[in-house]
């Protein structure tokens, strides 16, 4: 079993509608929990942590996590064109670790 | 500020040869860590330094590898000697403090990556 998996996508909505991404993980201990945006060829950049379960909102970004399901999402309302990216899931294994564990990404494209 | 630079942008050299990689973190970041993603796999951890002292190099692939941070500031990652599967790309991230606070307070960040590629 994968440690972090994502739909690799392409996921593909329209301009103004809310993107839905969507990630398990399989470390129950997993600690800390991140979303970040990579655009082609540049460094991934973070977006979203959450730490507790239940919703963090951050503008246009909702977090969500459910530790009882080792399940974290990202929704993005009303999506921009330049919100298209590849959107990475990260977790942190249990113990305090320093290291990222890493989806291998969904690819976001919102069509104008 | 400036952000986490890495040097080359990209880098193709044959195999068996030797490849140095170049990270320069955010000042004044005591953390820095080494990242890789192999073509369709995930990016994946491969050490973490706090000033020059290794603290975590689990990912480390094999003893082809080595990472140094002398001095605590700029970090390079050498491969001698390089083999196919070693292309990818490569980055490096800084941070301040731990990340891994539960605060957000102390943000991860990433450079661009060196893309190396070994024919």
């Known amino acids: 079993q994968k440690e972090v998996e994502q739909n690799s996508g392409p996921l593909s909505v329209p301009e103004g509608a809310i993107a839905s991404l969507n990630c398990t993980y399989s470390?129950?201990?997993?600690?800390?929990f991140f979303w970040y945006r990579q655009y082609s060829g540049k460094s991934p950049e973070l977006i979203m942590s959450?730490?507790?379960?239940g919703d963090k909102e951050d503008g246009r970004f909702t977090a969500q996590l459910n530790k009882a399901s080792q399940y974290v999402s990202l929704l993005i309302r009303d999506s921009q064109p330049s919100d298209s990216a590849t959107y990475l899931c990260?977790?942190?294994?249990?113990?305090?670790?320093?290291?990222?564990?890493f989806g291998k990404g969904t690819k976001l494209t919102v069509n104008p | 500020e400036a952000g986490v630079t890495q040097f080359p942008s990209h880098s193709v050299i044959e195999k068996g040869q030797t490849v140095t990689l170049r990270c320069d973190p955010i000042?004044?970041?005591?953390?820095l860590y080494w990242y890789r993603r192999v073509m369709g796999k995930e990016i994946k951890f491969l050490l973490h330094?706090?000033?020059?002292?290794?603290?975590?190099e689990s990912g480390m692939p094999n003893n082809r590898f080595l990472a140094e941070r002398t001095g605590g500031t700029y970090s390079t990652l050498k491969v001698q000697p390089a083999e196919l599967e070693d292309s990818g790309v490569y980055f490096c991230?800084?941070?301040?403090?731990?990340?891994?606070?539960?605060?957000?307070?102390?943000?991860?960040?990433f450079g661009n990556g060196t893309r190396l590629t070994v024919t």
């Open positions: 990260a977790v942190t294994p249990q113990g305090g670790s320093e290291k990222l564990v």
């Open positions: 330094f706090v000033k020059e002292s290794k603290q975590d």
């Open positions: 959450i730490y507790s379960n």
């Open positions: 470390d129950r201990g997993s600690q800390s």
């Open positions: 991230a800084s941070s301040q403090r731990s990340f891994n606070t539960g605060t957000g307070h102390s943000p991860l960040h």
């Open positions: 000042s004044g970041h005591d953390n």
